[in-house]
């Protein structure tokens, strides 16, 4: 099975288009770690507080 993102490939038949999957995910942060998220936009550096909230909807996705 070849997959692809082209839409032909040469010498091939294309058998089946499949379409893109997707996903909207709203998650909710504290007053703090926006704060502190606008320090280190600030500043420069990496939001632990919005990284935390990253892998926790990683972590909804995977279960």
């Known amino acids: ?3 692809t993102t082209t839409n ?3 010498g091939r038949e294309i058998s089946r288009y499949n379409d893109p999957i997707a996903a909207n995910v709203v998650i909710g942060t504290t007053v703090f ?3 502190g998220a606008s320090y ?3 500043f ?3 939001s632990t507080g ?3 909230k990253m ?3 990683y972590m909804c ?3």
């Open 44 to 46: 420069g550096g990496r």
């Open 33 to 35: 770690s926006d704060i």
């Open 1 to 3: 099975m070849r997959v």
């Open 50 to 52: 919005y990284e935390k």
């Open 61 to 63: 996705f995977t279960e």
């Open 55 to 57: 892998q926790e909807m």
């Open 8 to 10: 032909s490939i040469e």
């Open 40 to 42: 280190v936009d600030f």
